[in-house]
Each structure stands twice: as structure tokens, then as C-alpha cells.
């Protein structure tokens, strides 16, 4: 076991990167659209154009779930990226020096 001071480095700005990614993705799943084939000729057969619908149809079902999870995915990145930046912030001002006694007064301690 480890006992001490650790030191945890988090890269915001990569996590930014992710987010966007993320972004990028969910639009591009979200915004994907479902047509049934209507020429089953074009297709090369009733056969193939309803082995065709069938799989556009279960993609549609299971881009839905995915782009949920993806959202998901994001809001625990940018839940992250906060709690990072804030803990940052919190560590940076305890690190300042605090006022000393008597500051402001005149006097000294």
C-alpha cells in the first residue's frame, strides 16, 4: 500500500477532445436516416432487398441505443472535466499564501 502524496494529473484538454468526439459521433448516428429499399429489382431480388430492410431496420433499433450511450459516454465526460477543473482551482487557492495576521491593521503579529 501507498502512503504519501500522489500526484494525478488530468488532461482537460484531452478530455475536451473526447467530448468532441463524442459529439461528432452522435450527431453523424443520430442524423443517419433509415430508407427501405423500394426496387427489390435494383437489389438483385426480393431475397436480397429483404435481407437489405431487415438489417437497416435492427441498425435503426440498435443506433438508437448506441447514440443513448454515447450521450451518456459525453455527460460523464463533461461531469469529469468539471470535477477536475474545480478540484484544480480548489488546490490552486489553497496553495496561495494566506493573508498574515494583522494584515490590514497596522499592527503586527
Known sequence: MTTGPVDVVVDTTTLRDVGRELQSLIAALDGASY????????MGGTDVADAVDRFLRR???????????????????????????????????????????????????
Open 35 to 42: 430508407q427501405a429499399a423500394t426496387d427489390p429489382a435494383a
Open 59 to 109: 441498425w435503426a433499433d440498435g443506433r438508437g441505443d448506441t447514440v443513448a450511450k454515447l450521450r451518456d459516454c459525453l455527460t460523464h465526460v463533461e461531469n469529469a472535466i468539471d470535477a477536475y477543473e474545480a478540484t484544480e482551482g480548489c488546490l490552486q487557492r489553497a496553495s496561495l499564501p494566506g493573508p498574515t495576521a494583522g494584515a490590514g491593521t497596522g499592527r503586527t503579529a
